[in-house]
């Protein structure tokens, strides 16, 4: 596990992004290449692996991106969406959320008691237009073993 590390946290990003030699330093394997088009509709190519990803006590296992020395550490929507929390962009925290199913019965009692809920689309949607750009202070990371996997 590394030391906690600091990451901008970026909503507008799919994936997390962690210096190469941080995150190859304590285990983690490139498993394959995908390509990312940068905000400048420009197209790159970069390594990513699995890891496991702490931060103000909560954890998930992620997607992580081997960024260059000149690429930022992110912390993307899909870890933040793994911690099952969202954003307080007036606070710069994180606060707990109930994970979203993808579907559900139609004769629910939150539909018998004519609740209107957001969709999962809905409520996706809403997390991703939160683009804060505050640092995350303690990341702690963790590689990931693969079983019987080179």
């Known amino acids: 596990m590394t030391p906690p590390i600091d ?30 088009q ?5 197209l790159i190519e970069r ?7 702490r931060a103000e006590g909560y954890e998930t296992t992620e997607e992580v991106v081997f960024a260059l020395p000149t690429d930022l550490s992110l912390l ?9 929390v969202t954003v307080d962009n007036l606070a710069h925290r994180f606060v707990a959320t109930t994970t979203l199913v993808a579907t559900a019965r139609e004769d629910t009692p939150a539909r ?4 209107e809920r957001p969709s999962a689309r809905q409520a996706i949607a809403r997390l991703r237009q939160l683009r804060v750009g505050s640092r995350l202070k303690g990341l702690k990371i963790k590689a990931l073993r693969h079983e019987g996997r080179p």
């Open 112 to 115: 018998r008691m004519n609740q």
């Open 76 to 84: 993307g929507v899909r870890t933040i969406e793994g911690f099952g």
């Open 47 to 53: 390594d990513v692996g699995y890891a496991i990803l």
């Open 7 to 36: 990451v901008l946290v970026d909503t507008g990003a799919e994936l997390t992004w962690l210096h190469a030699e941080l995150i190859e330093r304590i285990g983690i394997q490139p498993r394959r290449k995908r390509t990312f």
């Open 38 to 42: 940068t905000a400048t509709k420009q």
